[in-house]
């Protein structure tokens, strides 16, 4: 190790504390590489500052002396965005140690929490107070609030709460320079100039680290009801939708949607999960009702509207779950889809967006393009179709993935076919998962070029040495 | 008028056609005046493209001579942001001729407007397709959707439905070097690099002029109840928000909260409006309850719950409107308190936001300092407390305000004093109104330093040359 690196250890030790400083070796490896581990950089040290004044002081050092840093939070990101790149110089920043819930306030329906929390601790404290943090997704249980900003995290409850965006009141910053931008402010409304806090949610970390943020609450939901239904296409899951909000209103939680290709990966290769229905259409549609109210019966006006969408061929079969025990036999099918797909080939995901009414044409046309040009890969669909948001992902037998060559061309292949899908049906590359480092050169290709002239002024703005996170979003040149 | 006016007068007359450009003098009159009449300017001409391309055509042949540019929706802004000052070679940008509705989709709630639509024609639009487009406020009649989004306004509906930046799902908008920002698209997420769009939301036309949206809409409310609780404090009223929530959860629609001096000022002054109940405790609170079915019966739990309160001694008395009638009738007590204050004398109002918890003090310590301040001042409020923001009015005699120095002393002396106790409890001096003219002294006062290098910085780089709305914001030398 060079001797500058020698006391940069030492100058960021004297910081944290010598226990809270990890050097590069076997102690790094959670953190230099993805959870899907597809990236792999390198550091000159893993940091965990142990307050916003810690975090502070540690980027200062590294921006003095010139050293990359790369915010990580839980790293459970789908795009690479937390991973640093293959420079010996990187400090990693972790802010495990920053966990506390500062404040929660069940009359301002808020809650103060520091960026290390672990999303399930987050629902958990807004829980002991009767009250409902919406955000939820997959990795609930070791993702962290911080990391969930940083990217704008999507998750099962956007349809009626938003996404994380629309669930930030206030947060703290550290600027690349060191500097504290201080918005933690607990104000339902502020139009005091610029929307600045807008800038660090989603920007992956590339302008700043968030350290600490204020977060709405709800009521939580006391009574609900659940249904799978059976149908030809998305275009009558999409009516199903305008039945149901004509019914219900916004008592309409979820609606997740699942190609029949999807479930049967599942049935193949996930033998813990039982499908309790038969695979009899082409499309299945989860509905889920909720109301902050006690003993509302939500079934009745679900049963209704479905019987209704029977009656006039929208639907083709409809399964009400009696209980909780088939509720969450129903949700486990939706929940083991990346498992499914995993173990089923080499996963090539997609995360597009596009208007509601044009969902039905994007996903037949996306199908049918993907199956031309690649005859083997195997398409199955998954997502969320109130957002306008199905995942397509084309399996591929990993009999075709042993060249990395081969496999990127394949890769960009598809990705093409779909971004262009995309495009021209209106829609945006991501939906929730972000750029990273994975989607940076399809950004590049289908965004406006005013678009990304924006972006690097801001990021030039705020970091003119490029030392924030370097090489996501845009790739290394940004600033 | 100088040759080089002359010349720009033929030049924006070549892009939209002789019959769309004002020139000065009388006609110009209702659009170099704000609608409060404090604030006069100039212009050399009134512009009113009918297109996009001819907004940008217009901003580029501006920004090519150095003209400096006042984008203008429907002239009722409350700070002054959309007047021009005092130079001559000013050019205001009205865009009445774009008042389309280019599209509406019951399927997708959305609703995708040009920026120079009338509020009203926005919610009727949405309304002839069975959707409920929320934000509400007095101008509803002649603020354009434009003006609205840069203001980022406020009104009746935040409670449930948030600020107007809530309710923008896309937005297209003209650079001030004449290029076309293109983020109208209808997606409900989108995590393709920073969100730009936000930039331009509540900007107040100092980064752009916002030409086009994409809007959320909802189900329209077809239940409500509407009751009106007299209390003798602030606190009180906050306690019945938090049991309201517990029982009916997010079908709280509004809660405005008005001071006994308010109605007093009103029964004084504004003999039309009748006041339907005895004054006979501090404060007043309009409580409604909406929900998206029909036949819902929120009469029942709004009564137990105020019945509980008043058995728990939190709420005085509570009046339960028994028909549209009598709900319209306390409403119009609300919507009287403008009228009210500019009859009572000279108004000098506030815009705060405190964190929910901290009203009750905010408001105590800031009558209090007043009163001992300006003895003469007589002190009403009325505001949204769900949200944080109660406006803070000290309306003045007249015989006090005769000089135009003395009364610029006196409105700094009192400005401060709120400003200083919003401050120590955690606020920001402006919820929703904005800052234009009217506060950028004060926002210079108390904003960090940080913020407003930050938000010079985004404007230089979007701007240049400090061309777009001068003076707004920041004061004339921003860029």
Redesign the interface.
Known sequence: MSNSFQDALAGLAAIVGDKHVIASGADQEPYVVDWRGRYRGRAVAVVKPGSTAEVASVVKYCADRRLAIVPQGGNTGMCGAATPDDHAGNVVIRLDRMRAVRDV??????ITVEAGCILAEVQNAARSV?RYFPLSLGAEGSCQIGGNIS??A?GTA?LRY??T??LVLGLEAVLPDG?????L????????????K??F???EGT?GIVTAAVLKL??PPRSSALALVKLQGVAQA?EI??RL???????LGSLEIMSRSQIEVIRETVPHVTIPFELTTPWYLIVELT???AGVDLDEPLATALADAMEAGIAEDVTLASNLAQAKAIWAVRHSVSEGNKRSGYVVSH?S?????RQADFVTNVEARIVAAVPHARVVMHGHI????IHVIALIDRAHCQEPVTTAALVAQINEIVDDETAAQ??????????GIT?RVR?ARV??P???E??R??KR??DPNGLMNPGK?FGAGAA
Do not use: C, W
């Open positions: 306030s069940p009359l301002a329906n808020t009767d990217t704008n999507g956007v938003g996404p965006r629309d500097r504290i931008f201080n918005g402010r607990a104000l339902r409304k502020d139009n005091t100039g610029y929307a600045l807008q800038l949610i989603g920007a302008l709800f009521s999409l939708m305008a909000r004509g019914m219900v209103g916004d008592r109301d902050a109210l995360d967006v596009v208007p509601l009414e109130g957002d306008g948001n209106g829609g945006a590359i991501s939906a929730e998962h972000g750029i989607n950004l965004a406006d005013l678009d990304i924006l972006m002024g801001i703005l705020l979003i």
